[in-house]
């Protein structure tokens, strides 16, 4: 990793501006903030729109909604890793009592456990926790709608078992875990369960008049995990730094990258998406891109990261439908892979060879001799 990443070129940073200028109007957001890292650090932030009469930057919060599972599947992997669970526990071992209780730990990250969707009752993005006091709550009396295992099935209320299972074994709220665990030592300090000052106000649009309808912003409770924190594009683009290249202090960089493979059967309709641990796949014009998209009620948000090119995008935007956040951090990652492309580190990863040099003629390749340095190998050819 480069110590000072070069600056984007000039016709670089234009062609992104362009493409974050377009979904803006075209999705009538009133506005958006995105940033691209690279070699762990972002080399371009802009919004367009404004907020309050100014332009976003990269301190003002939005609602991220399920870019916090991923925030979430960290949590777990760390109990992981520390030997406190293991992927093919069932919830019961740890959290008993509650009607999903053979579910495996691996099964809720990667939404293959069948469970049911969404919480039962009133919408739970638009609803007060309060309403939902318990887990009984959240999962009502027949939460499996499919078998265990065979499909992935997006579920919310997955997550919030999670949410309860990092809270039981730590003995301590997740969100406070959340904060000392990660976000202390990624130095994303402004990123939190509730907004802080700055931070956007989530807006409807009208399809078809210039309306704005503000949405409500509730503290959702036990769905929490599922999609409740506030952040910035500056602490997203740490995070999306993290989730490149691991680190030590929050997750070694292996289990990052274990969240990076599949976990769950793809869909037929939809071959070139899938799902890791805690971290959505998608497949995009040969690059692989992790991370994951969220919406609540008035936000849009996107982290995608392209491991090979040492590249991530967030996009952030305050309204409910219109902006495609997941495509514009796609295409605004493309844009720099395509025209700024990854420059491979010089090959010096040559032996030290000690034995003696022969020439084989017999075994040139297109004509020419090839070089070989050991009679033992030599003996292998014959």
């Known amino acids: 990793m480069s110590p000072i990443p070069a600056p984007l070129l000039p016709e670089t940073r234009r062609a992104l501006v362009h493409r974050l200028a377009t979904a803006q109007v075209a999705g009538r957001a009133p506005s958006v903030v995105a940033a691209v890292v690279r070699d762990g650090r972002p080399v371009w932030v802009d919004g367009w729109g404004t907020v309050d009469g100014r332009v976003p930057d990269g301190n003002l919060q939005y609602r991220i909604g399920s870019i916090t599972k991923t925030f979430l599947a960290v949590l777990v992997l760390r109990l992981r890793d520390e030997g406190r669970l293991a992927l093919t526990d069932p919830l019961a071992d740890h959290l008993p009592d509650t009607a999903a209780g053979q579910a495996t730990v691996g099964a809720l990250l990667a939404h293959t456990a069948g469970l049911i969707a969404e919480a039962p009752g009133p919408w739970w993005e638009r609803t007060p926790g309060a309403l939902r006091p318990d887990l009984a709550d959240v999962l009502g009396s027949d939460p499996q709608v499919h078998p265990p295992g065979q499909r992935h099935h997006y579920s919310n209320p997955g997550y919030a ?23 202390e030592p990624l130095a994303m300090t402004r990123t939190t369960l509730l907004p802080v000052a700055p931070h956007a106000t989530g807006w409807a649009v009208h399809p078809w008049a210039d309306v704005l309808l503000a949405e409500p912003a509730v503290d959702t409770g036990l769905m929490a995990p599922a999609g409740q924190l506030w952040s910035t594009v500056t602490d997203l683009a740490r995070f999306a730094a993290f989730l490149i290249d691991g680190d030590d202090r929050v997750l070694h960089p292996g289990t ?13 309709t939809d071959s ?7 971290m959505q ?40 439908a219109g902006l495609s956040a997941g495509t514009l951090a796609a295409d605004l990652l ?27 003629p017999a075994h040139g390749t297109g ?16």
């Open 256 to 268: 990052v990258a274990q969240m990076r493979n599949p976990a769950s059967p793809p869909e037929a």
């Open 272 to 278: 070139d998406s899938g799902y890791g641990l805690g």
């Open 367 to 382: 004509g020419l001799p090839l070089i070989c340095c050991a009679r033992r190998l030599m003996a292998s050819w014959s």
């Open 161 to 183: 078992l999670l949410g309860a299972l990092v809270q039981r074994v730590r003995g301590q709220a997740w969100g406070e875990v959340l904060r000392r665990e990660v976000l």
């Open 334 to 360: 493309q844009t720099v892979a395509e025209r700024e492309p990854r420059i491979p580190a010089p090959c010096d990863h040559y032996p030290q060879l000690t034995h003696s040099y022969w020439i084989s």
């Open 281 to 320: 796949l998608l497949r995009r014009d040969g690059r692989l891109l992790a991370g994951h998209t969220g919406s609540m009620p008035g936000f849009v948000a996107t982290v995608w990261v392209s491991p090979d090119d040492a590249l991530g995008a967030v996009v952030m935007g305050n309204v409910t």
